[in-house]
């Protein structure tokens, strides 16, 4: 059986508690994953707490989550790796910060060296930041 689990944002979770996931995480769950109402679950919040959890209601542009139970979260390795990454072209970046993130990295820099030849003017950098949060959070 699989074991899915869910980052649920900037939500911060108890016990007992219902909650409705973030739109984006709500498709995913719904028509990615197709959880249906009754399926079991881990999430986890910001504050690193891990829970099991049941989807108690699936209406059509969300996701409704009980959280039950508040389980030990996986251990975090006791080194605070900071990696900086130099600016990798198209698709080698989302690869590097995900496997980076698998392997434990707490932060990820990216830097624009001087041999590089990817070049973000400020728009297109904050775009690209929060498409590397994203890789970051689905590598969770």
């Known amino acids: 059986m699989r074991r899915i689990r869910l980052f649920v944002g900037d939500e911060v979770l ?4 219902e909650f409705t996931l973030p739109e984006e995480l709500a498709h995913y769950a719904r028509n990615v994953l197709r959880l249906e109402q009754g399926a ?9 707490r891990e829970f099991r959890a049941r989807v ?3 209406p059509k542009r969300a996701l409704t ?17 900071h990696l900086g990454l130099g600016l990798l072209r198209g698709e080698r970046m989302d690869w590097a ?9 707490a932060s990820i820099t990216p830097l624009g060296l001087q041999r590089c030849t990817l070049r973000l003017d400020a728009d297109r950098a904050e775009s690209r930041l929060r498409h590397w ?4 959070v689905s590598a969770c």
């Open 14 to 17: 108890a016990a007992g508690q």
């Open 40 to 48: 079991e679950l881990q999430v986890f919040d910001v504050d690193g």
């Open 56 to 58: 108690t209601a699936v």
């Open 65 to 81: 989550l009980l959280a039950e139970q508040q389980i030990p979260a996986l251990p975090e390795s006791p080194l605070a790796l």
């Open 97 to 105: 910060i995900q496997k980076a993130t698998e392997l434990g990295a």
């Open 133 to 136: 949060r994203q890789v970051a």
